[in-house]
């Protein structure tokens, strides 16, 4: 039995981190090695938990922990609650589109492919035994940028509900790169607009199976 549980003890574990544990720091673009760490939300604070529990285990057991930043993830099969999944229906819908603040804050958008590779990345990464690592596009996009890049993609106007800021929300998301290229040669491929398009598409793919009941013009 203890032979039989060595071979089969944990050897790496990746981890699903956010950019959102750098909070409100302004020091942008967000690189690892900043240990300004200023979350401002529940779900912040337990992804920097989250880190810092990987590197007891590590420090511990021996268990090599990759804990990889995601910088808000889009694309198809996107969760329907995240704004541009949730934007979109709106429009298309003609009912109103929320924006919280002036419509200034901006997200450093990654299409999930990209994102894909760079986990596929982390799995095979053997040269040490702790690292907390940025997956992001190294391009910010405003709320409102992003509304109008929608409204051109599905071909419709949007409606919107200016309405106050949310609590807990940051100004701005922005990842520097530098180690990611460094440690998994990982490089996005995919634009803004040619994620948009991408996702649009597979919306349109699921209205036609009565889940919507939308058709986006191609």
Not at 27 to 38: F, I, K, M, S, T
Not at 40 to 51: D, F, H, L, Q, R
Not at 87 to 106: I, N
Not at 160 to 169: F, T, Y
């Amino acid at each position: 039995m203890l032979k039989l549980a060595r071979e089969w003890r944990v050897k790496q574990f990746v981890f699903a981190s956010s950019s959102s544990i750098y909070g409100v720091n302004p020091n942008v673009p967000w690189r690892e090695d900043d240990h300004v760490l200023l979350p401002v939300s529940p779900y912040a604070s337990t992804k920097v938990a989250g880190e810092l529990m990987g590197h007891v285990y590590s420090h511990l057991y021996g268990i090599r922990f990759v804990a990889l930043r995601f910088f808000t993830v889009y694309g198809p099969r996107q969760r329907p609650d995240l704004a541009i999944h949730k934007f979109a229906r709106l429009m298309l819908a003609g009912e109103p589109v929320p924006l919280f603040g002036d419509g200034g804050s901006r997200r450093d958008y990654t299409y999930v492919d990209d994102v894909v590779q760079g986990v596929r990345a982390a799995m095979d990464y053997r040269a040490s035994a702790y690292e907390v690592i940025n997956l992001g596009n190294n391009r910010t996009v405003s709320l409102r940028e992003m509304v109008q890049a929608l409204e051109q993609v599905l071909n419709v106007s949007a409606q919107c509900r200016h309405l106050p800021a949310q609590p807990g929300d940051v100004p701005q998301t922005w990842a520097d790169l530098d180690k990611a290229r460094r440690l998994l040669g990982y490089s996005p491929q995919t634009s803004f607009d040619e994620g948009l398009r991408s996702f649009a598409w597979w919306l349109d793919a699921q209205s036609q199976t009565g889940q919507y009941g939308l058709r986006i013009p191609r």
